[in-house]
């Protein structure tokens, strides 16, 4: 599998956002198979201190959401942002396409963080890819997989659809 879907759940909607959670699943769009998972919540605090963003208008947002999607801020799973990226940069294989909801949002937030931090991105530039442009193509609606707003439970849901109608844009 070379494709992975990413997620991130964070509080601003800039480049610069400070993140929340990370998650991210691979998948075959031939087989329309799920695979390996990442899931990964941030310790904002960690984004926090280094400059990262957050904004009045996603931190209100995040007060509409369900009690089990803001779960994340006080998960004890929580790691800081530096460990977070190591460890997804061991999830990432080489050559790999990596989707993002929205070309201006997970892929850039994600990118930006690395930057941040000093450290390489693990995927081309060039393997960027935006689940966003597709979905607006696709006239099916999405079913739900798990919590709306849980960074792993968004991916997959995105992922089965991207494979279940809108495989003919990925291959």
Request: charged content about 20%; hydrophobic content about 40%; aromatic content about 12%.
């Amino acid at each position: 599998m070379q494709h992975i879907m990413l997620d991130l759940e964070t509080v601003d909607t800039a480049p610069t956002s400070a993140i929340v959670s990370i998650g991210a699943v691979y998948f075959c769009p031939e087989t329309k198979k799920l695979g390996r998972e990442f899931y990964q919540p941030v310790n904002v605090n960690s984004c926090y201190k280094l400059g990262l963003t957050k904004s009045e208008k996603t931190l209100d947002w995040w007060q509409t959401q369900s009690v089990e999607a803001r779960r994340v801020f006080i998960d004890n799973d929580r790691v800081n942002l530096g460990y977070a990226l190591n460890e997804f940069s061991v999830f990432t294989d080489k050559g790999c396409y990596v989707w993002g909801n929205g070309a201006a949002f997970d892929n850039a937030i994600l990118a930006n963080a690395y930057n941040v931090l000093g450290l390489a991105t693990p995927w081309k530039f060039y393997n960027d890819r935006c689940y966003r442009t597709i979905r607006t193509l696709l006239p099916e609606s999405m079913d739900r997989i798990g919590i709306h707003h849980n960074a792993l439970d968004d991916a997959k849901t995105q992922a089965t659809h991207l494979m279940n109608f809108g495989a003919v844009y990925v291959l």
